[in-house]
């Protein structure tokens, strides 16, 4: 049996909603700075970052939601394709920067007698 997935405002709303308290929690604008992630005009890469995230949490695939839904994006598909593959954005420093904001919150959740483990693959 085929099931068709709805569109639903309501959820929409909600990881909007989710997705932008975490980018003000985690002060993803400042990180991105940090980052070198600068653009000298356009859609701010906070916007960019912002709706590529939350497509990831939608279920949504970049290139099918620019080919069939271009209007869900507040941005064209050169504009994502050059923030995503611009050389001077550092992303490994993002990701570095938003580990560590995370981990220290975890930290803190955690028992001063809890012994600490760190995993690597």
């Known amino acids: 049996m085929n099931s068709i997935i709805t569109h639903n405002s309501s959820t929409d709303h909600e ?3 989710k997705t932008d308290r ?10 991105l ?7 000298s005009g356009g859609i701010q890469c906070t916007i960019i970052l912002k709706e590529v995230f939350g497509l990831v949490f939608s279920g949504k695939n970049l290139y099918r939601t620019l080919q069939m839904n271009p209007n869900d994006l507040s941005f064209k598909q050169n ?9 001077t954005f550092n ?4 990701l570095m920067l938003l580990v560590t904001q995370i981990i ?9 007698d809890r012994k600490k483990l760190m995993i690597l693959p």
């Open 104 to 112: 220290t919150i975890l930290n803190d959740l955690t028992s001063v």
């Open 15 to 17: 990881l909007i909603s």
């Open 33 to 39: 700075k940090k980052s070198n992630f600068y653009k």
């Open 79 to 87: 504009t994502v394709y050059r923030f995503l593959n611009n050389s």
């Open 22 to 31: 975490f980018f003000t929690d985690f002060s993803i604008s400042k990180l």
């Open 91 to 94: 992303w490994s420093r993002l």
